[in-house]
């Protein structure tokens, strides 16, 4: 089945700046890449999802670039705010079957 | 809309007790599943249902039981409660597969199992 990594599992950035969390996939049937958020004693919501035939897509201050030839995907958050501190997952899916990485503690310090 | 709802929000067993986690949503969704978070793991399939009356087994799906009756309703039973268990689960809704539709994702049961 599908198995996919995410790195890092923590990451703390000065308010402002940039981050970016990678996550990598196994197989090449995937087909779609959501990005969620999980704040804590919630369930996880959908920031920003990417197709296989897309190679980048934007809403303001986050983006997703996809490689299908590496089998990589991430995610990327300028202008970093406090209130982006979060979990953030990444997930695989090909038909009804999602699988998620592991998961990313963002910090943002102000 | 109330969205995903999940009763209890928190639950204690003893192992080998049984019990319900309930999960419904209000939004017509056909697709609905289940997924157990541990730490270090993020989230992992248990079961899953395409319709009413249609379920099908997940990444993880020992130790547990699902059906679906009506479209609003999708339970996840537990018939022996094992340490191993001990978890946050959380039910999910979409309008159709999760590869192209959003899925929404109720707020979680906390459980332990001692």
Redesign the interface.
């Known amino acids: 089945g599908e198995n996919v990594e995410q790195h890092p599992s923590t990451l703390s950035v000065q308010e402002g700046d940039s981050a970016v969390i990678k996550c990598t996939y196994s197989d090449s049937a995937s087909n779609y890449f959501p990005w969620y958020k999980q704040e804590l004693g919630k369930g996880p919501q959908l920031i920003i999802d990417i197709r296989s035939n897309v190679g980048e897509k934007k809403d303001q201050r986050i983006a997703v670039t996809l490689n299908k030839t590496a089998k990589h995907f991430s995610l990327h958050i300028t202008e970093t705010q406090p209130e982006d501190s979060a979990v953030y997952f990444c997930a695989a899916s090909i038909s009804n079957d999602m699988r998620f990485g592991a998961g990313t503690r963002l910090t943002v310090k102000p | 809309n109330a969205g995903?709802t999940q009763t209890p929000k928190f639950q204690v067993l003893k192992t080998g007790q049984s019990m319900t986690l309930q999960c419904a949503q209000d939004m017509n969704h056909e697709?609905m599943?289940w997924?157990r978070q541990d730490p270090?793991?993020?989230?992992?399939?248990i079961h899953?249902s395409?319709g009413a009356g249609i379920t099908?087994q997940?990444?993880v799906p020992n130790g547990y039981n699902v059906s679906r009756s009506t479209t609003e309703d999708f339970p996840l039973r537990l018939l022996s409660a094992a340490p191993s268990q001990t978890s946050v689960y959380?039910c999910?809704s979409s309008y159709g597969?999760?590869?192209?539709n959003?899925?929404f994702?109720?707020?979680?049961t906390r459980l332990t199992v001692l």
Do not use: I, N, W
């Open positions: 995903v697709y599943s997924y270090g793991m993020g989230l992992r399939l899953y395409v099908d997940g990444e959380f999910a597969t999760p590869s192209y959003e899925q994702f109720g707020p979680g």
